[in-house]
């Protein structure tokens, strides 16, 4: 007996959206805020200190190199801070990227085995990377000029996975995720600069230059050029997402960026908090931790224990679990399985092929039977966007079957049913949580015992709280940001009253991660 696909998606489907109502989004926020409270001040794996106690001028000058290293994906590039106009005239036609300049930008895979080698491998490659960028900047520099960069160069590092600093210029990477192996503490500033430094040629030195036999010829004779790097500040990706913004944006007196958020390959979120509001060895993990009252915290919120309200409210599903339990790391970060690009792909295809094998004689595609086989990125370019036909074309080519006719309309209606109420639920879970958490540090009120509403005073404008966002999870996938932004308007304007006078808006933060970091690069002496 054939599948009954409309009841059997209309069940699966309910299972990720039956909770996406105003009264549950409301009472899941509260519940987030109070995760976020307790585990910033009972836990030492989450809401870590950030070494930044200050933010951006606006003012801030200087060429350094950038890099940020993603989960899927390494990006390296010089960034090039402008500052304020001179003498401080503004006639507001300025535009945010004419205070950031960008040259010699370049992108690389991360290769799988880089992921599951020693570590050493991965940071003596992206070493490679870096010279690389810094090689092609010397081609177009006259080759008289003996050291066109000075004596160091500068340089700022995003990194998108957890780890532990006292200070802007060093870190220890802790267990990364991700699918990546590397579980030990590593100094990160060490590791990068030992990949790097292999690339200095010393004069009168012969050492090993094997790595260098594939570069042009033009590139070889430019080695000795090659400046020293000196690592100004490392930092994680929504750290560098909330800097680059509030540097390229001057803020409007009823305007300011409250929140830096990443929703990629995974997600993470950042906010100033008070010190007074956090484990109390924390402060001791400041260089000027007595004299600083704020300070910017990575709050990793997908780590274990955050999924506390999506367990009492009973928003996970099976297919959750499955994953879970399948992933790299089983527990060690429930929400991100559950939000981010890493694992959207494989939720659809869990749920798709649970559906599947309740119709008798219907066999799967082989190729669909593999874990991670069907992509987040091919369901945001192809089932989310393109027309019907274009659709079924394409999963024909990537997932053939040996059955006839195996991607007959329904099934494609299948798939992309399922997809659109995965994506929905990432836009919603991702909503409820900002809210939450911006409830935990105060800037905006849900207050569930009150008269839910908003009334905006007169003759006043709203306070603009803006999160700064970047990743391709948000700024790829069909209708992700604007199902996200609508729930967010819903979650401010119902939670309390005392938000009338607020506007929580999301803005992107283009190339956070490389631009953030050349930014705090810049702010190395106001910050240590």
Known sequence: MA????????????????????????????RFSEVYSHLAKTSLEHFLVTPVTALPTGKEKGKFISIDVGGSNLRAGFVELMGEPEHGVHNGSEKPNEKIKRSYDKSWPIGEHLKMDQAEDLFTWIGDCIAE???????????????????ELFLGITFSFPMAQKSLSEATLLPMGKGFAITSDLNLGKMLSAGYSRHILEPGANGDRSHTE????????GLHRLPRIRIAAITNDTVATF?????????????????????GTGTNATVPMSLTNLHPTKRGDL??????????INT???????????????????????????SEAPGFQ??????????????????????VAKDPGTQLPASLETKNALQTR???????RADEETVTTELEKSFPSTTEAFWAPARVKLLRDIAYAVQQRSSALIAAACIGLLDCVHDIRIDLSAQNGHATPEDSEPEELVIAYAGSTISQYPEWLKTCQRWIDVLVAKGSAANGSKRVIMREALDGGIIGAGVLAGMTDEIV
Do not use: C
């Not at 960028?133 to 004596?151: C, K, N, Q, R, T």
């Not at 260089?287 to 910017?296: D, K």
């Not at 429930?334 to 559906?355: H, K, N, Q, W």
């Open 3 to 30: 599948i009954d696909y409309a009841r059997e998606a209309s069940q699966a489907i309910a299972a990720f959206t039956h909770f996406i109502n105003e009264e549950t989004l409301l009472d899941l926020a509260v």
């Open 133 to 151: 960028i810094i090689m092609d900047a010397l081609e177009d520099i006259p080759a008289s000029v003996e050291a066109p960069f000075g004596d």
């Open 214 to 221: 594939n570069l042009p010829s033009s590139k070889r004779r």
């Open 243 to 263: 800097a680059s913004l509030a540097y390229a944006v001057k803020a409007a007196p009823n305007s300011r960026v409250a929140m830096g958020l990443i929703v």
């Open 287 to 296: 260089a000027n931790g007595e004299a600083a009252e704020t300070v910017i």
């Open 300 to 326: 990793e919120w997908t780590i274990r224990g955050t999924d506390k309200p999506l367990v009492e409210l009973g928003i996970k599903t099976i297919w959750d679990k499955t994953l879970d339990d399948s």
């Open 334 to 355: 429930p929400f991100e399985y559950m939000t981010s690009g890493r694992y959207l792909g494989e939720i659809v295809r869990l749920v798709f092929a649970d559906l």
């Open 378 to 384: 091919f369901l945001s370019e192809v089932v989310a």
